[in-house]
């Protein structure tokens, strides 16, 4: 059984940054790729960025070249640095486990209906 459990969260201000962290329990070869997931006031979850056991990332337009998702070398945690955090990015962050999208020979982040574990969230809020 697969347990993923978030931390990091906090207040920032506009410009600032912040390290999310999910600890990963029994994370299998079924389940290879990790993806942050996070869902606004009012809005629908959708996919930030995704990583894969090989390696390869994918991220969001809407954060691409702002976060940066990793995972340490034992594969028990994962990460996403934010940074040049803005008001819109203010949501519950969500770390998830699943097989992987691929679409077009890559990687992609996929749908909430793509991983099959999920954290229990923490809150991330950007302060203009």
């Known amino acids: 059984q697969v347990k993923l459990v978030e931390s990091g969260g906090g207040s920032v201000q506009a410009g600032g940054s912040l390290r999310l962290s999910c600890a990963v329990y029994?994370?299998?070869?079924?389940?290879?790729?990790m993806g942050w997931f996070r869902q606004g006031p009012g809005k629908e979850r959708e996919g930030a960025a995704s990583?894969?056991?090989?390696?390869?990332?994918r991220y969001a337009d809407s954060v691409k070249g702002r976060f940066t998702i990793s995972q340490d070398n034992a594969e028990t945690t994962l990460y996403l640095q934010m940074s040049s955090l803005q008001p819109e990015d203010t949501a519950m962050y969500y770390c998830?486990?699943?097989?992987?999208?691929?679409?077009?020979?890559?990687?992609?982040?996929?749908?909430?209906?793509?991983?099959?574990?999920w954290g229990q969230g923490t809150q991330v809020t950007v302060s203009a």
């Open positions: 998830a486990a699943g097989a992987g999208v691929y679409r077009d020979g890559g990687l992609d982040i996929g749908t909430e209906r793509d991983y099959g574990y």
């Open positions: 029994g994370y299998t070869y079924s389940n290879p790729c």
């Open positions: 990583l894969n056991s090989d390696g390869n990332t």
